[in-house]
């Protein structure tokens, strides 16, 4: 099936770095959404996107939706040790109730 | 509340064995699903119900049998299931047929299964 591409797949940083992250598509979506994930546990939302061009904070993250509507970053400042954890990319084409179409994730591991 | 609960939080079984998984979500979403996920992997999508109704069905072997009882809640029943069958099973729901900005799909903490 259709994949987003993801990358980086890993990164490892020490505490107080900057992180970036990025998925790009062949295809076009109408949201983008981005989640974290601790080991055990389901993914946990973090930043929904639904307009080409749109900028979203939610604290030291921040998202964008890319202008062509094939492609989302996200932005982690002065990561912190509890930001360890695989990040997802996913994208939607539909509305409610349509498939989300995941990235492979990236794998942050963050040195104290 | 954004919550979407999931029992149990592991379970063992042999491949003989039939048993259910219980999600359930009280934020007034139409939409639910259920996903299958391998370690360090994206969830993959197996069920979508959308106000009570099966609406996707990912191809599933029929080992899997999904159930939505009503808007709240949703089961999946397990049978004859396979060693490579084991992985985490995520259930998650969304609001449904609403204006954009309420699509995202809020996931539970999923149930760690062992098939033996």
């Known amino acids: 099936g259709q994949q987003l591409n993801q990358s980086p797949q890993s990164m490892f940083i020490q505490e107080g770095e900057d992180v970036s992250m990025n998925c790009t598509s062949s295809?076009?979506?109408?949201?983008w959404l981005w989640y974290k994930q601790d080991p055990g546990e389901g993914p946990v939302l973090l930043i929904a996107?639904?307009?080409?061009?749109e900028l979203t904070s939610n604290g030291r993250l921040t998202a964008q939706f890319g202008i062509t509507r094939k492609d989302s970053f996200l932005n982690i400042s002065a990561s912190i040790p509890s930001d360890v954890g695989i990040y997802f990319c996913?994208?939607?084409?539909?509305?409610?109730?349509?498939?989300?179409?995941f990235g492979e994730g990236t794998q942050l591991t963050v040195n104290p | 509340d954004t919550e979407v609960t999931q029992t149990p939080k592991h379970l063992v079984m042999g491949m003989t064995n039939k048993k259910s998984l219980k999600c359930e979500q009280h934020?007034?979403?139409?939409?639910m699903y259920w996903y299958k996920q391998k370690a360090k992997k994206p969830p993959e999508l197996m069920f979508v119900?959308?106000?009570?109704?099966?609406?996707i069905n990912e191809s599933v072997p029929s080992r899997f049998s999904p159930e939505c009882p009503n808007s709240s809640l949703l089961n999946l029943h397990l049978h004859a299931l396979q060693p490579e069958d084991s992985a985490l099973y995520l259930c998650?729901?969304?609001?449904?047929?609403?204006?954009?900005?309420?699509?995202?799909?809020?996931f539970g903490p999923g149930t760690r299964l062992t098939v033996t």
């Open positions: 934020m007034g979403h139409r939409a």
């Open positions: 996913a994208g939607l084409k539909g509305t409610s109730g349509s498939r989300l179409t």
């Open positions: 119900y959308s106000y009570e109704k099966l609406s």
């Open positions: 295809s076009i979506f109408n949201t």
């Open positions: 998650a729901s969304s609001q449904g047929k609403q204006p954009p900005g309420t699509y995202e799909q809020y």
């Open positions: 996107l639904y307009k080409a061009g």
